[in-house]
């Protein structure tokens, strides 16, 4: 089947602008989480969606970064007024469900959008 | 706080040796979960292996091992007969059972360079 999709690819934009990305998650899985990986900072945790509780933000760096999750399926992670320090790739990965049940966490992750902030 | 630690940062072999990864982790929880990943030049994380804490069986998959040992904190890879398709980064990852359970804490990653 098909695995997590995510658009644009590539994604290079001026300083102060917005952007928006996106992540189709697997068909049929409920938990979808995005993270950030730079070089500095390596692979981080930014936010997970599960079902239709409230969303862990815990791991935003900043309220310029803000997800929402629409009908249990597409996400969309924005940046407002983009810094260069925004710089990274941005990866999507979704789960069966949540927590700790047994295989059904495992994530399974998209091929990212590297975004470049000039 | 949990913590995944990968000293390794490059290790380069020529085809057909055996080569480990190193992964050490720190965690509070008592249930907790480990994977690897692999990302290859193309970007995208390939899921290996996941492993929960309270099995400490080791795991064989072709020419891939893992050890797991929770006396040192420690989940070991192992790639036997190493050959240039394994050329990748691989991470290590840590997941608990507190808080966001599935949000996953990376290692800093292996690079893997195999040579002919």
């Known amino acids: 089947g098909a695995g997590v999709s995510q658009s644009p690819s590539n994604k290079v934009t001026e300083k102060g602008k917005d952007v928006e990305l996106r992540c189709d998650p697997i068909s049929g899985h409920t938990a979808l989480y995005w993270y950030r990986q730079s070089l500095g900072q390596g692979l981080e945790f930014l936010i997970y969606?599960?079902?239709?509780?409230?969303?862990?933000k815990s791991g935003l760096p900043s309220d310029r970064f803000s997800a929402e999750r629409t009908g249990g399926s597409v996400s969309t992670l924005t940046i407002q007024r983009t810094q260069q320090e925004d710089s990274a790739v941005y990866l999507c990965a979704s789960s069966l469900r949540w927590g700790l049940a047994e295989g059904k966490d495992t994530q399974y992750f998209g091929p990212g959008t590297r975004l470049t902030v000039l | 706080a949990q913590k995944v630690t990968q000293a390794q940062t490059e290790i380069s072999v020529v085809e057909k040796e055996d080569v480990t990864l190193d992964c050490v982790y720190e965690?509070?929880?008592?249930?907790?979960?480990l994977f690897w990943y692999k990302q290859p030049p193309s970007g995208e994380l390939v899921f290996l292996i996941r492993r929960n804490s309270f099995d400490e069986q080791n795991e064989i998959s072709g020419r891939y091992s893992w050890n797991f040992q929770k006396s040192t904190s420690s989940f070991n890879f192992t790639i036997t007969a190493s050959q240039v398709v394994d050329s990748a980064v691989y991470f290590c990852?840590?997941?608990?059972?507190?808080?966001?359970?599935?949000?996953?804490?990376f290692g800093t990653g292996t690079r893997l360079q195999v040579t002919l």
């Open positions: 965690t509070r929880d008592t249930t907790y979960y």
């Open positions: 990852a840590l997941s608990g059972n507190t808080g966001t359970a599935s949000k996953l804490t």
């Open positions: 969606f599960q079902g239709n509780s409230a969303p862990d």
